[in-house]
């Protein structure tokens, strides 16, 4: 019973600052950082339920990973943008119009990055993944 009371203190309190704006920040994580921000949920769940192990807590609360979360959170927001003409982010979104090959289907053509960390940028990383 108390297990339902502190995942929704969790999931509404820490899990929402640890992904607050997420979509502008999570490409541009590193392993180590990314891997500290799991501590953070894996510390919590443990709180909950410290008979179980991390994958076995993460089932039975019926929650994802945190990389899983902010990975979908970021998703989302790409796809929100994409799909609203009038969203002020719209024209950094550049479209493939010309394929080159019917086996390469390419849906977004990302502008080359001038340095490695642009290159983890929010869009390039958006349409180089939907891309593959």
Known sequence: ??????????CSNIRSLLSYAAPA??????????EKLENVQHAATRVMLPHLD???RLQ???IPTLQKFLLDISER???K???????PLHNRITFNYCRVS????????????RT?????????FFMSRHNR
Not at 1 to 10: Q, R, S
Not at 25 to 34: A, E, K, P, V
Not at 81 to 87: E, P
Not at 116 to 124: I, V
């Open 54 to 56: 991390y994958e076995e």
């Open 81 to 87: 943008i994409v799909g609203d003409v009038s969203h």
């Open 116 to 124: 490695q960390k642009r290159s983890k940028s929010f869009f390039q």
């Open 25 to 34: 920040w999570f490409s541009m994580l590193s392993d180590t950082d990314m």
């Open 1 to 10: 019973m108390y297990v339902n009371g502190l995942k929704t203190f969790y």
């Open 77 to 79: 927001h790409f796809y």
């Open 60 to 62: 039975v609360l019926d």
């Open 102 to 113: 019917s086996r390469n289907h390419t849906t977004y053509k990302p502008q080359r990055a």
